[in-house]
T-cell receptor, first 113, second 115 residues
């Protein structure tokens, strides 16, 4: 089955700096890669996703890049703000309509004011 | 829509007791997923349903766990008998990929503590 590895497990940045979180996946058939943000005590919520026919996608301060050859994808957050502090999960989904997700282990991002 | 609804939000029980967690997916969503979240193991998929039919239950840890979806608007996850190692946050999520949306919408979760 699919295996998703995520790094780093913790990340601290100064407010205004950029943050980068990286994930690798094992199943070359995976073609959907979402990122979820989970604030303390809350539910995971989708913040951005990318499909295998796209190399990069951007939404305001967040962007995701995908390298299918190397089987890795990354989340980039620019101009970080204290409210960006949360746990971020990457995930990968095999082909098919179910979108069954395998999650990475999560990255605790702390933005220091 | 109110989103995915889960109940109870918190459950404290003693080892050996039966626990039933409930989920109401978003109306019109035909996929329903049950996840367990712990610090040690992260977010694990336990089981998922499509049109009320269980598709993959390979993530269910053992026979003490069972899940049902008697209709499109209700699902249960049952643990019998419960053990302290079952303590975790259990999330239910739903999606409607056929409508072009691959996003899974999570419920608020049930925090289970087994003493």
């Amino acid at each position: 089955g699919e295996n998703v590895e995520q790094h780093p497990s913790t990340l601290s940045v100064q407010e205004g700096d950029s943050a980068v979180i990286k994930c690798t996946y094992s199943d070359s058939a995976s073609n959907y890669f979402p990122w979820y943000k989970q604030e303390l005590g809350k539910r995971p919520q989708l913040i951005i996703d990318i499909r295998s026919n796209v190399g990069e996608k951007k939404d305001q301060r967040i962007a995701v890049t995908l390298n299918k050859t190397a089987k890795h994808f990354s989340l980039h957050i620019t101009e970080t703000q204290p409210e960006d502090s949360a746990v971020y999960f990457c995930a990968a989904s095999p082909s098919g309509s179910a979108r069954q997700l395998t999650f990475g282990s999560g990255t605790q991002l702390t933005v220091l004011p | 829509d109110a989103g995915v609804i889960q109940s109870p939000r918190h459950e404290v029980t003693e080892m050996g007791q039966e626990v039933t967690l409930r989920c109401k997916p978003i109306s019109g969503h035909d996929y329903l997923f049950w996840y367990r979240q712990t610090m040690m193991r992260g977010l694990e998929l336990l089981i998922y349903f499509n049109n009320n039919v269980p598709i993959d239950d390979s993530g269910m840890p053992e026979d003490r766990f069972s899940a049902k979806m008697p209709n499109a608007s209700f699902s249960t996850l049952k643990i019998q008998p419960s053990e302290p190692r079952d303590s975790a946050v259990y999330f239910c999520a739903s999606s409607n990929p056929a409508a072009g949306g691959a996003e899974q919408f999570f419920g608020p979760g049930t925090r289970l503590t087994v003493l």
